[in-house]
Nanobody
Framework: QVQLVESGGGLVQPGGSLRLSCVASVSIFSINAMGWYRQAPGKQRELVAAIASDGTTNYADSVKGRFTISRDNYKNTVYLQMNSLKPEDTAVYYC?????????????WGQGTQVTASS
């Protein structure tokens, strides 16, 4: 079982920045991929950014050039640096971890942290 605890959300004016953190209860050396998803009211949860164990990253088109995902394996932490925030970035942001096993993938979620970009 993997527990993920997010922090860093809050209210920020459009154009501002926030950094989200996700701390895992296990060594993230053992986690194949970690990512951030978001869900706005009335919308489906969507991938924002992901990072694999080899450091490969993947971003949603809507955040490319503004958001950066990174991981600190020794702190068991994944970060999402969000710059130039827009009102449409407002959502609950969830941390996700995937551990691949033979024939299956184990998936874990954090509890979510609210990000609001509004004046």
């Amino acid at each position: 079982q993997v527990q993920l605890v997010e922090s860093g959300g809050g209210l920020v004016q459009p154009g501002g920045s926030l950094r989200l953190s996700c701390v895992a209860s296990v060594s993230i050396f053992s986690i194949n991929a970690m990512g951030w998803y978001r869900q706005a009211p009335g919308k489906q949860r969507e991938l924002v950014a992901a990072i694999a164990s080899d450091g490969t990253t993947n971003y949603a088109d809507s955040v490319k050039g503004r958001f950066t995902i990174s991981r600190d394996n020794y702190k068991n932490t994944v970060y999402l640096q969000m710059n130039s925030l827009k009102p449409e970035d407002t959502a609950v942001y969830y941390c996700n971890a995937k551990i691949r096993r033979v024939g299956s993938t184990l998936e874990y979620w954090g509890q979510g942290t609210q990000v609001t970009a509004s004046s």
